[in-house]
């Protein structure tokens, strides 16, 4: 009969317990499609708590126009990165990333389950997959366009990007006149494509990220819109952006909703003219959402008026996930 040799045989109390898997679920899709409503129920679900990623919802002095989530359901469900900046700070993306892995972090050590919801994919990419390297700019270059920009306008420049980078350009915010000049000065500076850059820099994560879509039809995600654009107006929002006129060349302002009624106010188009087109950029907003998504083959698209217990039921059989 072998006898057991205890000499090298650990002492089972001291081996660690396996590490608890971690999961991010991002619910991601256009604006106005209830990714919020969805965010409150699975946090409730999973008794956890919520992360924004939605950029334009960072601003304590901008509530209306970003359709920042109601005293209710803030209140359903504990939300971080809600109003927690004012519009005279600077605060990068770089900045979101390093602070929501720190949340993300402290959340894990008593939760296996945090949701993050918002419409800046960006940012909800800087999380979950990290910033990519690019390479220096030519500063020359970049003062040039910049110069170019206060001569003419962003649509020469919109124009150039289209011409030089058209995937990029296909899901860019062509208004948003330092995003393009960051594209062109890149393009310019190495003579490759923006995009060429995107998606090489592979950052490490200690959790797995679920990604929930929502979706639909063209014409009923418009509509949607047209309905939300109506509420905030009913809310207050002119009143909202008057008082912020004296800003207006804040970056955290060069915002649809309120880069519209600025114009309004300045008399370079009527009130129903701003109205129009703050519903028009919101949709061409909407199709850039979609489009910087449609691509990620890691995305479980639902129909937005889906029952919740359909996505719950995916997360038990396809990530064995149990909600509390």
């Known amino acids: 009969m072998t006898k057991l040799n205890f000499v090298n045989i650990v002492d089972i109390h001291s081996i660690s317990k396996p590490l608890e898997k971690h999961y991010l679920i991002s619910i991601i899709g256009p604006t106005a499609i209830g990714k919020t409503a969805l965010a409150i129920k699975l946090a409730q679900l999973f008794q956890t708590e919520i992360i924004s990623s939605d950029s334009r919802q960072f601003y304590k002095e901008m509530q209306i126009g970003t359709a920042v989530p109601s005293a209710e359901e803030l209140t359903a469900a504990k939300h971080h990165f809600i109003q927690h900046k004012s519009i005279h700070e600077s605060y990068t993306v770089g900045d979101f ?152 060349n804040l970056n955290a302002l060069n915002t649809v909703g309120y880069k519209e009624l600025f114009e309004f106010l300045a008399g370079e188009v009527t009130q129903n003219e701003a109205i129009e087109n703050i519903k028009t950029h919101t949709r061409r907003f909407a199709k850039r959402q979609l489009t910087w998504y449609r691509k990620d083959e890691r995305v479980n698209w639902f129909a937005y008026d889906t029952d919740p217990s359909e996505i719950t039921n995916l997360l038990k059989d396809k990530y064995l996930l149990q909600p509390n």
């Open 97 to 248: 990333e390093r602070e929501a892995l720190a949340l993300l972090d402290k959340l894990f050590q008593s939760k296996p389950v945090v949701i993050m919801v918002g419409g800046s994919g960006l940012y909800e990419k800087a999380v979950t997959k990290g910033l990519d390297n690019f390479p220096k700019v030519n500063e020359q270059i970049k003062e040039q366009l910049i110069e170019a920009y206060h001569e003419k306008g962003i649509a020469p420049l919109a124009e150039k990007l289209q011409d030089l980078d058209p995937e990029y350009a296909q899901e860019a915010d062509l208004e948003n006149h330092q995003r393009v000049i960051r594209a062109l000065s890149i393009c310019l500076s190495s003579g490759e494509k923006f995009s060429s850059f995107l998606g090489q820099t592979a950052h490490k994560r200690n959790f797995e990220n679920i990604l929930i879509g929502l979706e639909a039809d063209r014409e009923i995600i418009y509509n949607r819109i047209n309905k939300r654009v109506g509420i905030m107006l009913e809310n207050g929002l002119l009143k909202e952006v008057e008082s912020l006129e004296k800003y207006k």
